[in-house]
């Protein structure tokens, strides 16, 4: 088999990877990089010839994985796009998210590359998308051989897909993003227990160790604590979210403790995409039971738009929980915002429950000491840190040693490392090295081709 990362750089960004199996040719993902911008944010789809592609393998809907899809699709129009039957819902309302953002992107930033696709396209991706039901096997045939490809829940979001690929006698299995803890709105992930030949695993949280003492129980207490003890005070707390996935996560987490009269009295304000996919989530919960969520979880928390009147430096004068996109604190977001108008005041918190990549500002911020000094750059403001900036592992990502875990059960020959930071790559080779007898482990050079 060959594999090559399309990805520009060893990192969680644009994600996308080309699999030569046989004749059979497969991109697995087409991702965005959330940190760059214009083609920069793009894989390198100079080294996947003109109406080769076989199939497109998509994991989940998260822009990272996703985001370029349209993009690589133009020139791949033979290609069968497969993926889960919730991200057959999700895909195209993300892509016309990401297609309206770069008109914004365009306008602000003067970006003369954006929109990278248009609606057209768009809708021929949606036309060309294929429903993989979780477990059912699939097989497909090229030049009188077969393929089977069959999809696994990973938990992580709605939708997200671990795939087993059976060619000949070899078994690949590729994790994509994945979470075996179970959520409030999602089971966690449901895999085959292998062996197989070879396994292709996340990284992400390679260099982030977690407490022995922490549970997601005992974080998902220490959040609602926080808030609490914010309201008590007269404060706001700006809960930074992914808009899929996290935002409707942590609602389900704050409808669960205000049913058990945990949480306190308050205003809850939400906006943007993640409010919209409030409809889409009750409607493949109603279609398919595969996520324990309902619309009138948001109605039973009184959950309010987001007012726009709101300047750095100024306090917030409606007091509650803000929780809002994006996760980062990526500028030019609600979450951004909100976060210049908290940030100076002692009676006010922000609480992260997710990955923060170290170079946004969300990163930058956890790495803020108290009274210390932070930038808001998009918005020309300056100012202490005064709220109380906490973190909370409630992350979409399994946890480093369960990965090493169901990598050791696997057994497998050979295991491909992606999709995570140069740490947490490392750690993981030398976890596995250590721990698998003869294993090979391959940390793909972006844009080189290598065998496995």
Known sequence: MKVIDLSKAQDIGASSMLLEIGPFRILVDSGLHPKKEGKDAVPNFSLIKAHTLDYIILTHCHLDHLGSLPLVFRKQKQAKILTSIPSMTLAPRMLRNSYQVMLRQKEDGNIAEYPLYTRMDINEVER??????????????????????????????PGAAGCLLEYKHRKIFLTGDVLFEEQCTLPGAQFPEGPFDTLIMETTRGNTPRNSENTRTTEINRLIEMINHTIDRNGSCLIPVFALGRMQEIMGVLHAAKLAGKLRECAIFCSGLGMDLVDYFEDIAKKTGMIHFRKRMVRQLKIRALKKEIYPGEDLQEKGIYLLSSGMLVERT???????????????????????????????????????????????????????????????????????????????????????????????MKALDASIQSVKVINPVPEKECLV
């Open 128 to 157: 060309a998308l294929i429903a993989m039901p979780y477990g059912e096997v699939r097989s497909f045939e090229k030049m009188g051989d077969k393929i089977e490809i069959t999809f696994y829940s990973s938990g992580h979001i």
């Open 334 to 428: 609600p979450s951004y915002l909100v976060a210049s108008a908290l940030i100076n005041h002692h009676h006010n918190s922000i609480c992260f429950v997710g990955y923060c990549d170290p170079d946004t500002p969300g990163g930058i911020l956890q790495n803020t000491v108290q009274e210390g000094e932070f930038i808001f750059k998009a918005l020309n403001y300056v100012c202490k840190v005064r709220a109380t900036v906490e973190k909370f592992d409630l992350t979409g990502h399994a946890e480093r040693d369960e990965l090493l875990n169901f990598a050791i059960k696997a057994s497998p020959r050979a295991i491909v490392v992606t999709h995570g930071e140069a740490k947490a790559r490392e750690w993981f």
